[in-house]
């Protein structure tokens, strides 16, 4: 990946922004309200206006221009019209600012019409710090030096979380809920015109009062500078957490490949996530959850949760949730079951989750018993279940501050992490979520959103302990442009050929005429496949161009014969010439597809599932993102249903994995070294066959601009 120095410039002035001791802001009436914001945020250094007909802004001396003000301000919100904002940029370049906040809109979400707009812009923009255009602003909720078109409420502490997000009201939705998660920094990014999300990372992973970060994304600009800045959070112990929109569209037109129907944009972003250690949610809510926890646990592996609750409702929704998410529930040893029946009324049962019943209520003393004994041995993590009743808002009743005290001084005694987990998010109020942060207790809002947040985090901590030098992603494939309207496929036996070479096994063929047909199949050895060999006829079994376990050389011609036929009827216009005579396999223990897709974003992206009929059937397939890796190929082959019949299902005999291995890294070693010219290649299906038996391609089809390497 090349660096750009002002690339560079710019990543380096968004500390500037993120720690500005200096902020100006240029406009008329909107940039009244920003300051406001930014005075009631407390911000410590000089606060300066630039406004060429006032006097002042909220007490605040305004300046004629830029080039008026006493210094170069860190960081800079302009609030005027899109004329003026380009020349405020240019003159704020000039002198040496370190970040500009474009609020204008009017630039490239407008299309054809902004994009020239935008582009002057980023030229004037120089070294600056450039955020939006198109967005809603900074919130600093560290020093207070925010660019924000209102005030927002405050947070107890400066150190947590940030957020990235490509949506302004994304932003306000999170300044705004409810949820007491520490945020630090909360960045609209807006059009991207200079700086990308990933830009921000690296600034924000050098923050000490950022422990996560948080972002709400629409798209990327840069998957390599993504990728760089995604390991480099995950390597300094700052966990990412995406919340992705736009789920992956249908193509405008039929998809030539199946890995093209199966590989969508979508699928991309998470194989991209999954190599970089990304959590990904699936909603705002989830997202905060998430960011909360990590807040205030870290990424912590062990995925062994005991749960608690007065109810067995709420302790069968729980295990519901918990099993959901992927989270294991050890049960008690029979010493844990004996100690937690002493606590318990008569009637009481012992298991995972535990329903310490109504009798327990409120008690602090037995509960921390309970929760100290369970929590001890056995289990990684433990969480009451608990939702505050509306009688007295502002204060803890009695009940519940006892045991979710009960649940700190278990958390105390046990060095085990410990959260309280509401059923209804809003039924967990303020001052009881604020006293079990400062407690290192996470107050979890919603049972769904807290039992994947725990399951994903522990996900990430056991995938960053595997992270090392040695197992770190190679960077993705630069992205090339190809002219796919130059593209030609290539026939079956020139695919297999091209493949052949960088070692995927294919069955013994031969081209031949009609003419030729039966004396290749009598040199091959039967039974053979028939096939019919052209360019254009890529779906070969739709037009009845293929005939199977041919067992002698006149039913081999016959066969040919007939395929001429039923090319002809489907298609007159297709001159047919040679035939592909091909060695039977045996039958395999499964098809895999293993595929290849270009796209205009991340490149060429390998494909992997369950092949032949079962494409459409299953839809089990993986993305994945080269250079690809051994291990990661073996991962996906493990995996779900296609791995547990590759293993030998019910009794069956297990597949030659590792000869499946090197059939799909040969298929990754084409397409590597075919990055500039390749636009799509399927080979469907890969036959697997038992272990030690090896793996075969008996079908082909690439499309690819020039010849093949």
């Known amino acids: 990946?090349?660096?750009?120095?002002?690339?560079?410039?710019?990543?380096?002035?968004?500390?500037?922004?993120?720690?500005?001791?200096?902020?100006?802001?240029?406009?008329?009436?909107?940039?009244?309200?920003?300051?406001?914001?930014?005075?009631?945020?407390?911000?410590?250094?000089?606060?300066?206006?630039?406004?060429?007909?006032?006097?002042?802004?909220?007490?605040?001396?305004?300046?004629?221009?830029?080039?008026?003000?006493?210094?170069?301000?860190?960081?800079?919100?302009?609030?005027?019209?899109?004329?003026?904002?380009?020349?405020?940029?240019?003159?704020?370049?000039?002198?040496?600012?370190?970040?500009?906040?474009?609020?204008?809109?009017?630039?490239?979400?407008?299309?054809?019409?902004?994009?020239?707009?935008?582009?002057?812009?980023?030229?004037?923009?120089?070294?600056?710090?450039?955020?939006?255009?198109?967005?809603?602003?900074?919130?600093?909720?560290?020093?207070?030096?925010?660019?924000?078109?209102?005030?927002?409420?405050?947070?107890?502490?400066?150190?947590?979380?940030?957020?990235?997000?490509?949506?302004?009201?994304?932003?306000?939705?999170?300044?705004?809920?409810?949820?007491?998660?520490?945020?630090?920094?909360?960045?609209?990014?807006?059009?991207?015109?200079?700086?990308?999300?990933?830009?921000?990372?690296?600034?924000?992973?050098?923050?000490?009062?950022?422990?996560?970060?948080?972002?709400?994304?629409?798209?990327?600009?840069?998957?390599?500078?993504?990728?760089?800045?995604?390991?480099?959070?995950?390597?300094?112990?700052?966990?990412?957490?995406?919340?992705?929109?736009?789920?992956?569209?249908?193509?405008?037109?039929?998809?030539?490949?199946?890995?093209?129907?199966?590989?969508?944009?979508?699928?991309?972003?998470?194989?991209?996530?999954?190599?970089?250690?990304?959590?990904?949610?699936?909603?705002?809510?989830?997202?905060?959850?998430?960011?909360?926890?990590?807040?205030?646990?870290?990424?912590?592996?062990?995925?062994?949760?005991?749960?608690?609750?007065?109810?067995?409702?709420?302790?069968?929704?729980?295990?519901?949730?918990?099993?959901?998410?992927?989270?294991?529930?050890?049960?008690?040893?029979?010493?844990?079951?004996?100690?937690?029946?002493?606590?318990?009324?008569?009637?009481?049962?012992?298991?995972?989750?535990?329903?310490?019943?109504?009798?327990?209520?409120?008690?602090?003393?037995?509960?921390?018993?309970?929760?100290?004994?369970?929590?001890?041995?056995?289990?990684?993590?433990?969480?009451l279940v608990v939702d505050h009743s509306r009688d007295a808002p502002g204060v803890i009743s009695p009940a519940v501050d006892a045991m979710t005290g009960a649940m700190v001084n278990a958390y105390r005694a046990t060095g085990k992490r410990a959260a309280i987990a509401s059923m209804n998010p809003e039924s967990m109020p303020e001052v009881l979520r604020e006293k079990m942060i400062r407690a290192g207790v996470v107050p979890l809002q919603g049972m769904d959103d807290a039992m994947r947040a725990i399951s994903k985090t522990a996900d990430h901590a056991e995938w960053r302990e595997k992270l090392t030098a040695a197992t770190r992603p190679a960077l993705p494939l630069p992205v090339i442009a190809v002219n796919e309207d130059n593209a030609q496929l290539l026939d079956e036996k020139a695919g297999k050929e091209a493949l052949a070479r960088h070692g995927l096994p294919v069955p013994q063929n031969r081209a031949a005429t009609l003419a030729e047909v039966a004396a290749a199949s009598e040199a091959l050895g039967f039974p053979v496949a028939v096939k019919a060999l052209h360019k254009d006829l890529p779906h070969k079994t739709e037009a009845g161009a293929v005939a199977l376990n041919i067992r002698s050389g006149a039913e081999a011609k016959e066969a040919a014969e007939r395929i001429l036929r039923n090319v002809a009827h489907h298609d007159s216009s297709l001159k047919l010439e040679k035939f592909l005579v091909e060695k039977m396999a045996d039958r395999p223990l499964a098809e895999l597809l293993v595929g290849v897709k270009r796209d205009a974003r991340f490149g060429l992206c390998l494909v992997v599932g369950a092949g032949g009929i079962l494409v459409e059937l299953l839809k089990e397939a993986a993305t994945l993102l080269l250079p690809v890796r051994r291990e990661n190929v073996e991962a996906v082959l493990r995996r779900g249903a296609l791995g547990r019949i590759l293993q030998g299902y019910r009794g069956k005999e297990p597949a030659d994995i590792a000869a499946t291995i090197d059939a799909v890294m040969a298929v990754a070693a084409f397409a590597e070294a075919n990055n500039d010219r390749l636009v799509e290649l399927d080979v469907n299906p890969l036959l697997v066959m038992g272990e030690g038996k090896g793996a075969l391609a008996v079908d082909a089809l690439i499309r690819i601009v020039g010849e093949p390497r």
Request: proline share 5%; glycine share 10%; net charge negative.
């Open 1 to 383: 990946m090349t660096t750009d120095p002002r690339r560079e410039a710019r990543r380096a002035n968004v500390k500037r922004l993120l720690r500005p001791k200096s902020v100006a802001f240029i406009g008329g009436s909107r940039a009244a309200k920003s300051i406001q914001a930014t005075q009631a945020a407390g911000f410590k250094g000089p606060i300066y206006a630039v406004n060429p007909k006032l006097t002042e802004i909220e007490g605040v001396r305004c300046y004629p221009t830029v080039d008026d003000l006493p210094e170069a301000p860190d960081a800079t919100f302009i609030l005027s019209p899109i004329e003026s904002t380009i020349a405020s940029v240019r003159s704020l370049d000039r002198r040496g600012a370190g970040a500009a906040v474009c609020f204008a809109a009017g630039f490239a979400e407008l299309g054809e019409a902004g994009e020239g707009l935008q582009q002057e812009l980023v030229e004037a923009s120089g070294n600056l710090a450039l955020v939006g255009p198109n967005c809603y602003g900074v919130i600093n909720y560290v020093n207070g030096g925010s660019l924000w078109p209102n005030t927002y409420p405050a947070v107890t502490s400066g150190t947590g979380v940030a957020a990235l997000a490509q949506s302004g009201n994304c932003c306000i939705h999170l300044c705004q809920s409810e949820r007491s998660v520490p945020w630090s920094y909360i960045v609209s990014v807006g059009n991207q015109a200079a700086l990308g999300v990933e830009d921000y990372i690296p600034a924000l992973v050098d923050d000490e009062h950022v422990r996560a970060i948080g972002i709400y994304l629409e798209g990327l600009r840069d998957v390599q500078a993504f990728h760089e800045a995604a390991l480099l959070a995950a390597e300094r112990g700052k966990p990412i957490v995406v919340l992705k929109s736009g789920m992956s569209q249908a193509g405008a037109r039929v998809a030539l490949s199946h890995t093209s129907s199966i590989a969508g944009t979508d699928t991309m972003y998470d194989a991209l996530f999954e190599r970089t250690g990304v959590i990904r949610v699936r909603t705002l809510p989830e997202l905060e959850e998430t960011l909360k926890l990590l807040s205030v646990w870290g990424a912590v592996p062990g995925k062994r949760l005991v749960s608690f609750s007065a109810s067995g409702g709420d302790s069968g929704l729980a295990a519901d949730y918990a099993d959901l998410a992927g989270l294991e529930q050890p049960q008690p040893t029979e010493a844990q079951r004996q100690a937690v029946l002493a606590e318990l009324p008569e009637y009481g049962q012992v298991s995972n989750p535990v329903d310490f019943t109504a009798a327990l209520w409120g008690m602090g003393e037995p509960l921390e018993r309970i929760f100290t004994s369970l929590m001890k041995e056995g289990a990684d993590k433990g969480m």
